[in-house]
């Protein structure tokens, strides 16, 4: 799929004195008031109206999710003991190759 890029008067209009902003998923005119902030972009508004924001991102959760576990958040000791193993798992497996070179 081709990525469609607007320009910005093609997406900004002001009707009856109200700023409006056409959500380029729906292709529909809303108030300003219908986007979600986002401070990356220039006026300051998400390129997805509310509704189609939060289909779009439930959809990409669920595609996230699939196949991949879901992030555990560990207890700062548990994340330390996993660091330790790893460490450990490294330094066993660079013993052993000290081992095949001699
Ligand atoms: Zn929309």
Redesign the pocket.
Known sequence: MTKRYYKYEETHQTFNGVKHKR?T????W?EESEFCKNRARKEGLKI??K???NAYSLKLRRKNRKGKKARVYLRFEDRLRREVEQLSKKLSQAELIIDIQK
């Open positions: 959500c998923k729906c292709k529909r809303k997805y109206c509704g189609c924001n």
